[in-house]
């Protein structure tokens, strides 16, 4: 008999865990301060256990599944533990990953970013991209921005995520939360709405292809503050990933609004603390006049060397920002070494 659903989520939750995976032929496997184990006293599950699993979280919508091979979604268990979910067919068994949401959305100020980035929610125009591989923090670094400008200023905020993750409880602000699949049909058409829905704010929850590009760099230049995300590791590569989304014919087009329309990058990734627990390690670009340059002329690589001479505006390279982790003590220097960008530099600076 495998432990109901509900109890097997407060449980992992109260172990801190981010995230549960489950698997035919593995007992239920969650992951704590980045690290899968089993979860305790849980035997392998059967693929029977797995969809009764599946089914209680898909409810009416499990059949997609069988169609489309997976499907995504969010949920709220036990009254107040939101997660975000993904279930799919994997050798002929259906398997889920589960990550756990924090319960409230945090303050900005607690998540230790660079300090000029909590500038960013009081821009009044323009994008500001969040970026970082899968599970680095990306969604809860936007949602502690949104809700700062949700408690500071009267704004109209419309949000397209692809499942909702966080749920703000409106306060200065009007918020419309619109989920891909349920409230529209994609990003790209859901933009192209939200620019005849009177926004001052929009949140698209990730840059996927052409036409979102496109048009969140329209909605830029008409005067609204878009907040975005990328799979993408550094500031350099977001704009390169956004540049070459393009043909070749239109790039240098891209290039001349991007260099207008973007404000900052901000690039995360989440590592072990000394102690328990995970902290966020980022690299910050201050889009400045140097900056903006560079961008329009494609000369990206040179980017890395500008934020280094941009600090006094709040820029921090991802390796600057790893060398102070360690010398205040929050990560070990292998930590910092393993994650850096030039292991040479920050090795030097890490005796």
Known sequence: MSIPLTDLIVRS????????????????????DGVLTDFPGE??????????????????EYKSITRIGELDLALTFAGD??????????????????RILAD?????????LPPAVHNLPALNRGIVLVTGETGSGKSTTLAAMLDRINHTSPEHIITLEDPIEYVYTPDK?????????????????????????????????????????ETALTAAETGH????????????????????VFPAERQKQIRLQLSTTLMAVLSQQLLPRRERGRVAACELMIVT???????????????????GTS????????????????????????????????AEYVKKNTF
């Open 104 to 112: 409230r959305i945090p303050n900005l100020d607690d998540l230790g």
């Open 81 to 98: 533990i939101r997660c975000r979910i993904n279930i799919f067919h994997q050798q002929k068994a259906v398997s889920s990953a589960i």
């Open 225 to 244: 503050l878009v907040f975005a995300t990328l799979h993408t590791n550094s500031a350099p590569e977001a704009i390169d990933r956004m540049v070459d």
């Open 173 to 213: 602000c009007v918020i419309n939360q619109r989920e891909i699949g349920t409230d529209t049909e994609s990003y790209a058409d859901g933009l192209r709405a939200i620019l005849r829905e009177d926004p001052d704010v929009i949140l698209v929850g990730e840059m996927r292809d052409l036409n979102t590009i």
């Open 13 to 32: 939750r109260d172990m801190r865990a981010s995230d549960i995976h489950l698997v035919c032929g593995l007992p239920p496997k969650v992951r704590i």
């Open 289 to 307: 006049p140097a900056i903006r340059n560079l961008i329009r002329e494609g000369k990206t690589p040179q980017i890395v060397s500008a934020l």
């Open 311 to 342: 600090a006094q505006e709040g820029s921090i390279t991802m390796d600057n920002f790893l060398i102070k982790l360690y010398k205040d003590r929050v990560i070990t220097a292998e930590t910092a070494r393993k994650a850096a960008r030039d």
């Open 43 to 60: 035997l392998p599950l059967t693929p029977e256990q797995c969809e009764a699993y599946a089914r209680e979280m898909a409810g009416e």
